[in-house]
Nanobody
Framework: QVQLVESGGGLVQAGGSLRLSCEASGRTFSRYHTGWFRQPPGKVREFVGV????????RYADSVKVRFTISRNNAKNTVYLQMNSLKPEDTAVYYC????????????????WGQGTQVTVSS
């Protein structure tokens, strides 16, 4: 098990950028696939992207492809979500999730979750 803490959320104007961080406790975090999900107001939680620990491969939802980038720094036990060209529809609570064996798009498959960080994009 790992404990995850997200940070970096806030209010930004459309077209702006934010970088979210997901910091983990636990020596084995480098061997966890880490996903990012978001929950817009009044909607269900949705997949944003994931980075696999084994090969660094990333995968993104079509809605954020090209605009968002996931990276990780194993020395800092941290995974990042760089968000560029933000749109009002990106407004949501963003969560990171980690799992040692699952790297897909289904949120219920991830065993470890952070508390979330709010991102608000104004038009």
């Amino acid at each position: 098990q790992v404990q995850l803490v997200e940070s970096g959320g806030g209010l930004v104007q459309a077209g702006g950028s934010l970088r979210l961080s997901c910091e983990a406790s636990g020596r084995t975090f480098s061997r966890y696939h880490t996903g990012w999900f978001r929950q817009p107001p009044g909607k269900v939680r949705e997949f944003v992207g994931v980075i696999r620990w084994s090969d660094g491969l990333t995968r993104y939802a079509d809605s954020v492809k090209v605009r968002f980038t996931i990276s990780r720094n194993n020395a800092k036990n941290t995974v990042y979500l760089q968000m560029n060209s933000l749109k009002p529809e990106d407004t949501a609570v963003y969560y990171c999730a980690a799992d040692p064996s699952y790297s897909g798009t289904d949120d219920y498959e991830y065993d470890n979750w952070g508390q979330g960080t709010q991102v608000t994009v104004s038009s």
